[in-house]
């Protein structure tokens, strides 16, 4: 199923800014959060249906430590204190998944930096409709 991808530097930012200093991004950028708590950047998700979708957020986290966040979807927490661990460099991106259900029409999905390093590096949202559950659609 289509993957369509929502750029963080197209996103609402609160506490950070657009860098395109590391190589290996999609767009024109990637969203550097500042090093703070409560740091996020905000993406506004249409589906054309209700129902179970898989988050793709792909980021960059060059430091050791884990960047944790909260994946929070139209107010209601879907993942909490995900990792986001180090992936060896700033220009070596990695994919986070998230398995949540969306309403049809518009959502809005937030990555909130829950630590005081903030959150790392984030280059895209993609939104996955591909079933979860294996069974094929009849
Ligand atoms: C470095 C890096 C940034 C990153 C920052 C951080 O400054 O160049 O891209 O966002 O570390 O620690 O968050």
């Given at each position: 199923?289509?993957?369509?991808?929502?750029?963080?530097?197209?996103?609402?930012?609160?506490?950070?800014?657009?860098?395109?200093?590391?190589?290996?991004?999609?767009?024109?950028?990637?969203?550097?959060?500042?090093?703070?708590?409560?740091?996020?950047?905000?993406?506004?998700?249409?589906?054309?249906?209700?129902?179970?979708?898989?988050?793709?957020?792909?980021?960059?986290?060059?430091t050791?430590?884990?960047?944790?966040?909260?994946?929070?979807?139209?107010?209601?927490?879907?993942?909490?204190?995900?990792?986001?661990?180090?992936?060896?460099?700033?220009?070596?991106?990695s994919?986070?998944?998230?398995?949540?259900?969306?309403?049809?029409?518009?959502?809005?999905?937030?990555?909130?930096?829950?630590?005081?390093?903030?959150?790392?590096?984030?280059?895209?949202?993609?939104?996955?409709?591909?079933?979860t559950?294996?069974?094929?659609?009849?």
């Open positions: 199923a289509a993957a369509a991808a929502y750029e963080a530097e197209d996103a609402t930012v609160s506490r950070g800014r657009v860098d395109a200093n590391h190589a290996g991004f999609t767009g024109s950028g990637f969203v550097n959060y500042d090093n703070s708590a409560g740091s996020y950047v905000q993406w506004t998700v249409d589906a054309a249906r209700a129902g179970r979708v898989t988050l793709k957020l792909r980021f960059a986290n060059g050791p430590a884990d960047r944790p966040m909260d994946i929070i979807v139209n107010g209601a927490p879907a993942a909490d204190d995900r990792a986001f661990a180090g992936t060896g460099s700033w220009a070596s991106w994919t986070a998944t998230v398995t949540t259900d969306l309403r049809a029409g518009t959502n809005i999905v937030r990555a909130t930096a829950t630590t005081a390093d903030g959150g790392p590096n984030v280059d895209h949202l993609a939104v996955d409709t591909a079933p559950t294996g069974s094929t659609p009849v």
